[in-house]
């Protein structure tokens, strides 16, 4: 989605435009019990996100960056992150309300940007970018986990994906990332030494998941880390979310799989999950 940092004005608005743009279409179908509703007990509601990406725009560029003069914040602790529990976000204004607000610190924002993004800011910058990106990331999961995947297959069926292995070389590689895109915790870049090892050169398919399913992994205890037993058993999963059976989908990756349940899967036909050295490394 985001390419070279947007360095120049015209393009850090196309960019934020954008970006908003995403963000306000998630909305377009969302019904007002959806938007003010927590979905999930870890999340909050749908409309807080929104509220909060307004929120954050006004505090670290308006309030921090610009240092303006504004007139206190009445749902201050409302939006938040660090304000109220988020089972207690569900009293929330209504739609039009959080986007004349959203409309009103963006004015102000770019009123602000008279000029080309200063270097020292620019990470600042981006970072605002990529946050708004990461809330519609949640957005977009909260949506799913309370509807279920709607979504069918378009055109013919995929066929079988080769299915073998490639030897990886390893070596040296570069983790981090120091651009104005680098978050505070891909700062600095750092090196580490990989072995050669074996990949899957396609992700795992539904067609070979069936197989995990039926021959019992969901309740066979050895093919599961003590955490990832406590978790299954505690929760009764006995399949992938939004997992449907249908063979359209058999040589789609399987989706909806938790870190707990990709690595029983693993252990079940004995292999083991890439560390993200080695994924970075395999991705090139």
């Not at 807080?48 to 240092?67: D, N, Q, S, V």
């Not at 504004?70 to 207690?88: F, T, V």
């Not at 990832?228 to 058993?233: A, D, E, N, V, Y």
Request: glycine letters at 8%; a negative charge.
């Amino acid at each position: 989605m985001f390419t070279s940092p947007p360095c120049k004005r015209g393009d850090l608005i196309a960019a934020l435009t954008a970006c908003r743009d995403r963000t306000l279409a998630l909305f377009a179908d969302v019904t007002p019990e959806e938007f003010s509703q927590q979905l999930h007990p870890d999340f909050s509601p749908l409309g807080w996100h929104l509220g909060h990406i307004g929120f954050t725009e006004r505090l670290w560029i308006l309030e921090h960056l610009a240092a303006l003069d504004l007139p206190p914040d009445p749902l201050r602790q409302l939006w938040a992150a660090d304000g109220l529990p988020k089972a207690q976000r569900q009293q929330l204004p209504d739609f039009a309300q959080v986007c004349a607000a959203l409309a009103e610190v963006r004015s102000r924002l770019l009123k602000h940007l008279q000029g080309d993004p200063e270097p020292a800011t620019l990470p600042l910058w981006c970072w605002l970018l990529q946050h708004e990106s990461q809330h519609n990331e949640t957005i977009t999961f909260l949506k799913q986990y309370h509807r279920g995947l709607a979504v069918a297959p378009q055109g013919d069926p995929l066929p079988p994906p080769d299915l073998g292995m490639v030897k990886i070389a390893g070596g040296l590689v570069i983790m981090g990332n120091d651009s104005p895109w680098g978050q505070d915790n891909e700062r600095p870049r750092y090196s580490v030494e990989v072995e050669p090892f074996w990949c899957d050169r396609f992700p795992v398919t539904n067609h070979q998941y069936q197989a995990f399913i039926a021959a019992g992994g969901y309740g066979d205890r050895q093919y599961w880390t003590p955490e990832g037993w406590q978790w299954r058993s505690q929760n009764q999963i006995t399949q992938p979310r939004y997992w449907q059976g249908d063979p359209t989908w058999q040589y789609h990756p399987v989706c909806g799989v938790s870190h707990y349940e990709a690595a029983a899967y693993a252990r079940f036909v004995g292999k083991r999950l890439p560390t993200e050295a080695e994924w970075e490394t395999a991705a090139g």
